[in-house]
């Protein structure tokens, strides 16, 4: 199969499994999903999940969290890791809202880059699920996925990113994207992978991975 093909069967497939598929960072509006999507660096969704409604309850605009000390801020989510340079993030950036954009969040991904903590992926996530602008963000799972499946080289995340943009249309983007880690938390994980639970990569993931996983299964069985 050629790229596009191997495209055009990820797109058919995905959509046949996840028809609707829920954003997995919960927020109320762009400046919640914001600072959600700032927690989950090197953390878990369902950690940050837990913490961000003790936050929030807290303050849920940069209004209310400017009046926070940045040790509370850094209390509240400890839990979800890296807790010292986020909170610094988080008071700062709320600060920034306020003084240069009116409080609110910028719809622009250079204006949200420049924000304290917030890297591409992040402001990726935030203009395509808040403002429903087409972007790629390129997480762990897709950026494994789309190297199983032959799509990228997966040489590096900015490199996946273009990959994806270039072989799968603009209007499927922001849809495509939650499609594939959602795909890659149930059926194709990092770790305790079956790749006869994975009908994706066992019909176009590259020959190498295929092998690989191949000689996994041998080596249990020999060893059984």
């Not at 927690?39 to 929030?56: E, G, I, Y």
Request: proline fraction near 7%.
């Amino acid at each position: 199969m050629t790229r596009k093909e191997k495209a055009a069967f990820v797109v058919e497939t995905l959509e046949s499994i996840y028809p609707e598929v829920p954003v997995p960072l919960e927020h109320q509006d762009p400046y919640t999903l914001l600072i959600a999507v700032l927690l989950s660096a090197q953390s878990t969704d369902v950690r940050v999940n837990q913490t961000t409604p003790l936050l929030f309850g807290r303050a849920d605009n940069p209004g209310d969290m400017v009046k926070l000390e940045v040790d509370e801020i850094r209390e509240i989510i400890r839990p979800v890791g890296l807790s010292p340079t986020k909170a610094k993030a988080i008071r700062r950036l709320s600060e920034i809202l306020l003084s240069e954009h009116g409080g609110r969040v910028p719809k622009d991904i250079e204006a949200l880059e420049r924000l304290p903590g917030v890297g591409h992926k992040t402001a990726s996530v935030v203009v395509s699920q808040a403002f429903g602008i087409p972007a790629f963000p390129v997480d762990t799972h897709i950026h494994r996925l789309m190297y199983r499946w032959g799509l990228s080289t997966g040489k590096n995340v900015v490199q996946t990113e273009k990959d994806a943009k270039r072989l799968f249309p603009k209007e499927l983007w922001n849809k495509l994207h939650l499609q594939i880690i959602w795909y890659g938390r149930e059926y194709c994980p990092a770790r305790g992978w079956d790749l006869e639970r994975d009908p994706i990569t066992k019909r176009i993931g590259r020959k190498s991975v295929l092998r690989s996983q191949e000689g996994k299964k041998k080596t249990r069985r020999s060893g059984s």
